[in-house]
């Protein structure tokens, strides 16, 4: 079993900073691309940014200049590093992956986690 662990929310000021991990445990062969979601009260989940194996990254507008997605490929451990939080980043952020258990497997996508609340308020 393939499962996704995010921590590291908590509250924070406007203009601080948190950094999210995202642990992939279980029986893992490759993990090809990673993202993170977030969740803000009362709308969807949306994806804010990518990390590819070989550390191409893309990030939604809503966050460019602001958060680091990067990756520690022997940890299986994804990051987020925000900067410059505002009160419109409030929200629960997930991760997800693309992840091939064996070399003879297809990619398979983990079940959605609890994700980690954030909440960027003065």
């Known amino acids: 079993q393939v499962q996704l662990v995010e921590s590291g929310g908590g509250l924070v000021q406007p203009g601080g900073s948190l950094r999210l991990s995202c642990a992939a445990s279980?029986?893992?062969?490759?993990?090809?691309?990673m993202g993170w979601y977030r969740q803000p009260p009362g709308k969807e989940r949306d994806l804010i940014a990518t990390?590819?194996?070989?550390?191409?990254?893309n990030y939604a507008d809503s966050v460019k200049g602001r958060f680091t997605i990067a990756r520690d490929n022997a940890k299986n451990t994804m990051y987020l590093q925000m900067n410059s939080l505002k009160p419109e980043d409030t929200a629960v952020y997930y991760c997800?992956?693309?992840?091939?258990?064996?070399?003879?497997?297809?990619?398979?996508?983990?079940?959605w986690g609890q994700g980690t609340q954030v909440t960027v308020s003065s």
């Open positions: 997800n992956a693309d992840i091939q258990v064996s070399r003879w497997s297809t990619y398979l996508t983990p079940h």
């Open positions: 990390i590819t194996r070989g550390g191409s990254t």
């Open positions: 279980g029986k893992i062969f490759t993990i090809l691309n």
